[in-house]
């Protein structure tokens, strides 16, 4: 007798293991390394506003200083998922999920110039989204909610990320890509909507509670603070913003993306290639 449709679902498992995680992320890859630029463009803006979308909501938890440190870091992880989870759910191109391409490339799927081609068209979609977000938020004076103080926050989070050792920032983008990957690893055995979520909330909250840098996300932080500065924001916090300039811009997140890629791409990415694929090659 022939199953059920809601029997053969029973069947299957709550969601993908390991090694099918790493099947789905070769045939992921192929799919991005041969989607059309302008496609690969478009959804990269995207996802570069859906990182904002995350920035800005932490941004507002910030700026309540009755908060400790410990619940402002949680609950600025928790909201900042959101840009995550938009990424997975409802499908965009974010270049630091997007380091997971690196097991296609291993295993011979496509070669290393459509690889780095399509991350150089994500990267710079990502940036024009963050941009973008930037944009409208400012102009719609986010900066004034909280009397003020989400501005504060603007300029206090982004001069933050500048003033580090360009090492350091580039260990703390290795981190924030590892979990991040980890994130999007997960979210791929994931079979329905609330799997995603779930398989981001942690990773996520994991990394902006303890610091890491996202270079994307970093696309929005540190031009909104720029912004802030430049506007004459009378901005009243103890934050050295002379560091805030578009030379320490660059200076994180060329560590950022330096570190993310490291992270992502040999952390999670070849680990994983190694434990699952690497062996069926041999």
């Known amino acids: 007798m022939a199953l ?65 440190f410990a619940t402002s870091q949680l609950l600025g992880g928790l909201v900042f998922a959101l840009g995550l989870f938009l990424v997975v759910a409802a499908g965009a191109e974010l270049f630091t999920g997007n380091c997971l391409m690196i097991c296609g490339r291993l295993s011979g799927k496509y070669g290393w110039k459509k690889m780095l081609m399509s991350w150089l068209v994500v990267f710079v979609g990502n940036l024009v989204g963050s941009l973008i977000m930037v944009g409208i938020l400012y102009f719609a004076n986010y900066a004034g909610n909280n009397g003020g103080a989400v501005g504060n926050a603007m300029i206090t989070v982004a001069a933050s990320k500048i003033d580090q050792a360009w090492g350091v920032l580039c260990l703390k983008g290795l981190m924030c890509n590892f979990l991040v990957c980890l994130a999007v690893w997960i979210s791929f055995g994931a079979r329905t909507i609330v799997d995603k979520f779930f398989s981001v909330l942690l990773p996520i909250m994991a990394f902006v509670a303890c610091g890491f840098e996202h270079c994307v996300a970093n696309m929005f932080f540190l031009p909104m603070g720029l912004f802030m ?18 030379g320490g811009v660059l200076y994180n997140i060329s ?28």
């Open 255 to 282: 560590a950022a993306t330096v570190g993310n890629i490291i992270g992502g791409a040999i952390f999670v990415g070849i680990l994983y290639w190694v434990a699952y694929a690497k062996k069926k090659k041999g």
């Open 4 to 68: 059920e449709a809601s029997e053969i679902q029973a069947l299957r498992p709550d969601a993908l293991g390991p090694a099918d995680i790493e099947a789905k992320a070769e045939t992921l890859g192929v799919t991005k390394a041969e989607m059309p630029k302008g496609k690969a463009f478009v959804l990269a803006i995207a996802a570069g506003m859906f990182i904002g979308m995350g920035g800005m909501f932490m941004l507002l938890v910030k700026s309540d200083a009755t908060f400790s």
């Open 229 to 246: 500065k430049f506007s004459g924001f009378a901005y009243t916090g103890a934050a050295n913003i002379d560091a805030l300039n578009l």
